[in-house]
Every structure is written in C-alpha cells, then in structure tokens.
C-alpha cells in the first residue's frame, strides 16, 4: 500500500518536471533553423517528398507528422511548430529518466539526476533545435521506464506501453529500430514472459512501425520521379550543348533527379528500349570507356552532387 501511494505520489513531480523542462527548452529554442537537417524537416512539414531531400531519408515520418499536426491544430509556424516538438521530446527525457532513476534508486537520486540532465549543455541544446534528437530519446526512455515497471510489477499494460514507446521513437528516428527491438525484449526475457507475451508485444511493436513506414512507400509510391532513360538523355543533350553548368544555375535540371541521374550514367543498366535513344547521340557499348564518357559522368556526378546538397540560400528562397 505504501509502495502505491509513493508511486502515485512521484506522478505529479514527473508532470512538474516534464513541464519546467519544456518551458525552458521552448523558450530558448534557437532564433533560426541554423542546420540544414532542421532546414529539411521544415521543408518537409511544408512539402513532403523524399526523393528531393523534404527531408533526407529515412524521412523521420513522426516527428513530420507532429510539426505538420501543430501548424494544422495551432495555426502556428512550421519553425515553431518543430520547435514545440522538439521541446516536448526534452521534457518527456527529463521526466522518464526522473522516474526511472526513482523506481530503480531513490528519488533524492534522481531530483539531482533530472536537475542535472536538465542543464546538461548537449540536453539543453538539442532540445532547443528543431531536430529529431531529443523527441526519439525521449520515446526511448519512455520505452525503457515501461520496460522497468514491468519487471517490477508484471502488468500487461506496461509491456503494450513499452512496445508503442519503442515504435513511436522508431517512427522519429527509424535507425533507432534495433535498439527498441532490444530494450522491448530485455524485460520479457528477465521476466520469464511466455511465448504469447513475446509474440504479443514484437507484434504491436511491428504493427506501430507499420503505421508509419506504409505511408512512407505510399508516398514514394506516387512520386513523379523521371525515366531513367529520359534523365540521362537530358543530361547527355545539356552536356554536349555546353548548357548543362548554365542550366543548373536557373534550376533547369532540377527537373532530372540527381539520384536517377547518377544511376543513369551507369550505363550497364540501359534497357533496350531506351539503348535506341542513346545511339542518336554516338552512345554505343563499345565506346562506354572513352575519355568523352568519362567527362559526362563526372559532370553528372557533380550535378548530383549540387542537387542532393543545394547551397543554403536555395532553401530559403
């Protein structure tokens, strides 16, 4: 009885705790997206697409969907909006780890432990950027708070709560997936859980994956991504027109995908369709090799290359 009323006890100081840490963090977030991750996810709120980079892959498709979810609920900024994100993420960190600290020590541990993480300077500052750093440790260290009750308290619920933390820091940061897959099976394995438990909550977790990857391959589904026959055709015709360096700089080939046009100048992977187009041009398999070639795809190369990581000023325009 003791132990419930303690337990029920921290909750409101996990709350207060979750809250100063996010009035700091969102009342000092930096003044402007300084990093060109932030810059993408902005762009991604706005226009989501994968194939230019809004935002690079794997696409973080939950902490895009938040930003996109607060301008639609608040009416706010999409800068501010990630922001919010961002600070939410930094506040549920301090408090997890309040708790978990609580659960595993004591809370006058874990007061310092919170107040300390709290002003950590690499805490402190990535909370306060519009990235997806601290929104996925924040999922992860709910994931692993869950994963701790349920070795002391062998509730189901906590073990569904872990699962759904472990796919909601997968859907922030999908690298992360391996490392929720562990921290999920590390309470079951120690808890002695059957194998309907396990089963149980590896497929909740996929599940909540699945909720966001599938709309992920939707969306790259339904791109207009150009031929990849088309993307060097152009490139070979802007290269040898001497317009290829010229066009780039109006924004004329940002029509061809850098990543198609890269694969395009892999000419091993011509179909024969397309081979008819290139031999209008002098393209025959026998002069792959020549120095002419050699100069088109470095050309391509750098052209990929200003594509996938346009100046900074584009971003912004």
Known sequence: MERRNSDQQSVPKAVLLFCAAFALYFFTHTPALDEIDAVQFAMGVRSFDLWHHQPHPPGYPLFIFLGWLGTKVFHTGTESSLYFVSAFGGGLFIAAWF????????????????????ITPVVWMTATKAVTDMLAAGFMSAELLAAVCFLKQKKTRLIILAALMGAAAAGTRPQLFPVVAVILGIPLKKGSANAKTWLFSYALLVAGCLAWLLPILA????????????????????????RLESSLSRGAVRLTHSRVVFKGVRFYS??????????????RRDRLSSVWIRRVRSTILEVSHSLAFPPHRNYFC
């Open 219 to 242: 969306c790259l589904s339904r791109a207009r991504v150009p031929p990849m026959a088309l993307a060097l055709e152009q490139a070979v015709h802007l290269h040898r027109s001497g």
């Open 270 to 283: 011509i179909t024969p369709r397309a081979r008819g187009r290139y031999r209008s041009y002098g393209l």
């Open 99 to 118: 708790s978990i600290i609580r659960v595993q020590f004591s809370e006058k541990i874990a007061w310092w432990v919170a107040i300390s993480l709290l």
